[in-house]
């Protein structure tokens, strides 16, 4: 409970402010959000907004009634450098939404204070049979064993409730998992080897694992997706371990969406492994747009070089499929069209990959030609 953060909201006319409170330490500021961006963020679901030098991004989950709010506190020294930390509140929606809409009214109801609402983070047990239940539980060597069992194995974030009830073997049961009210993975909870309770052991038989191998995605297809999403911001890779990406302005909204997916199969994971996608802002100036040529250029470079290893491949070994090396003429130009994107970025000309690319563009007219070829035989 000592971690918990306090969230003091104050209301006037045109807007609603945020300052948060820890054990520790209190927001730099307070955070005025127009009240017409909450009223953007109740139609569109998700908003980023900034105050003074600090952002926050707002989304609101209308299945669980929970607005969480990631902000991003930051102050400037005088010498033009800026810290902060980030922080995420979670607050009742429908709470927030009445005090913004009585404060108009009612002259007095200015302010508002609540604790940011705690994550659960393993689903309700609810035992629907007792009698099973209470066998076990009178049972103090078969009470430890359930116990243990149910803490380590039932420790899935994506499911809401699961409930339990008894099965026809002695201190053994039968469950079955719900999420948003919908029935999900079901099976039995056995207690082996009853006879001898000091060598018993519980262990859970699930009936419809299968349909997890049809239904879920594996960690290298979740990986193809990410990439390609990430190749559709015109992001760049940033030389450092791990994985961050530097995304350009133009795309900058679609990071929410980024975000959202991450959290989304963290909170799907089977595995109970959190993933995580964090963003912050780079101030546009020479010396972070210098820092951002020598990533892209590294960046540039290691995809060309792949790019011409490909290409000349496909030379080397006679490749027949004309659709497979237009689908590779149709990447080189797309990486020639994000060079020029970021030379506008940029606010420079990236003249240092010229010679590359003009020997990625003689590889390219190659392709196209032998592709052009084929289809013309082939049409003869």
């Known amino acids: 409970m000592n971690d918990r953060i306090l969230v003091k909201v104050s209301a006037n006319e045109s807007s609603i402010s945020f300052q948060t409170v820890t054990k520790k330490r209190k927001s730099p500021h307070r955070f005025y959000i127009l009240r017409s961006e909450l009223e953007r963020l109740r139609r569109e679901g998700s908003v980023i907004t900034y105050d003074l030098h600090s952002f926050a991004r707002l989304r609101y989950d209308p299945d669980k009634g929970v607005l969480s709010i990631r902000f991003i506190w930051l102050s400037a020294s005088d010498r033009g450098e800026f810290t902060g930390w980030e922080q995420t509140v979670r607050l009742p929606y429908d709470t927030l939404a009445e005090f913004a809409a009585r404060s108009l009214v009612d002259g007095e109801l200015k302010q508002w204070k609540a604790l940011s609402l705690a994550e659960r983070r393993t689903p309700k047990l609810v035992f629907c049979s007792k009698e099973n239940l209470h066998a076990a539980v009178s049972n103090k ?3 430890s064993k359930l116990v243990r069992c149910l803490r380590d194995h039932f420790d899935w974030l994506s499911t809401d409730e699961i409930r339990i009830f008894n099965d026809f073997l002695p201190y053994s049961f039968f469950f079955q998992a ?13 207690l082996h080897d009853h006879q001898d309770l000091g060598r018993a052991y519980y262990c859970i038989q699930a009936e419809q694992l299968f349909e997890l191998y049809q239904t879920c995605a594996n960690r290298k297809q979740i990986e193809t997706i990410c990439l390609k999403f990430l190749r559709s911001l015109d992001a760049t890779k940033v030389s450092v371990n791990g994985h961050l990406y530097f995304v350009p302005r133009h795309t900058m909204e679609q990071v929410v969406v980024f975000e959202t997916f991450i959290e989304e199969v963290s909170r799907l994971n089977r595995n109970n492994t959190p993933l995580f996608a964090n963003s912050f802002y780079l101030i546009d100036d020479a010396k972070q747009r210098d820092k951002m040529t020598e990533e892209f250029y590294l960046a540039v470079k290691k995809e060309i070089a792949q790019y011409q290893e490909r290409a000349d491949y496909f030379i080397r070994s006679g ?8 689908r590779w003429v149709v990447k080189i130009q797309a990486l020639e069209e994000k060079k020029r994107r970021y030379e506008d970025i940029l606010r420079r000309e990236l003249s240092g990959l010229d010679e590359e690319f003009e020997s990625l563009r003689l590889l390219s007219q190659e392709l196209s030609l032998r592709a052009r070829g084929i289809r013309s035989r082939k049409a003869a």
């Open 319 to 326: 490749c027949s499929s004309p659709s497979t090396m237009e």
């Open 178 to 190: 719900y999420r948003a009210g919908c029935p999900g993975i079901c099976g039995g909870l056995i």
């Open 141 to 143: 060597i078969v009470r």
